[in-house]
């Protein structure tokens, strides 16, 4: 049996050759447009059907070979926008930084005709606290680690441990 490919660890290219011609027309269209009935359609599976369509693009958007190719198009993308981690960490903080920065809240005065500080402040704290919740996410500060411990005993084991006779339950 052959070993399974790992189509994320594989480059741009790479994914490129595995790709149907209308695998990448699909994902073109779909990564347009956000719509995957429709993209399916422009790429040729089942132009007329909108229903077959709509399971041809659910069936492609969870293969792990489009899933790939399309975060390695958003790789290639962000690096030539310049983005990476860190400068989207930077942008993070400076968004965080001006919105928790409190600023005069502003009244029109009708007797001078002028926007003027009414004596209150306000910040953004919505705005804040997203902010840091995507940084927090960048670092992966919000990932918990569950373990269970299961154990498997008999019904009889288990109704005597609920009388009190076998120990806990």
Avoid at 25 to 40: I, Q, R
Avoid at 48 to 64: E, K
Wanted: proline letters at 2%; hydrophobic letters at 35%; one cysteine or more.
């Amino acid at each position: 049996m052959a070993a399974e490919l790992n189509y994320y660890e594989m480059t741009i290219a790479e994914l490129e050759g595995r790709l149907k011609p209308r695998e990448r027309a699909f994902v073109e269209f779909y990564d347009e447009c956000g719509n995957g009935t429709l993209a399916a359609q422009r790429a040729g599976y089942s132009p007329d059907n909108c229903n077959s369509a709509a399971v041809a693009a659910s069936r492609l958007l969870r293969s792990d070979k489009i899933i790939a190719y399309r975060r390695a198009r958003a790789r290639e993308l962000y690096e030539r926008l310049g983005l990476s981690k860190e400068t989207l960490a930077l942008n993070l903080d400076e968004v965080r930084r001006r919105a928790m920065a409190a600023e005069p809240h502003m009244g029109y005065n009708s007797e001078t005709k002028e926007w003027e500080p009414d004596g209150t402040w306000v910040y953004d704290g919505r705005t804040a606290a997203r902010a840091l919740e995507l940084m927090g996410n960048l670092i992966g500060a919000y990932e918990t680690k569950v373990t269970a411990d299961v154990t498997t005993r008999s019904v009889e084991d288990y109704l005597a441990a609920i009388d009190g006779e076998g120990g806990d339950a």
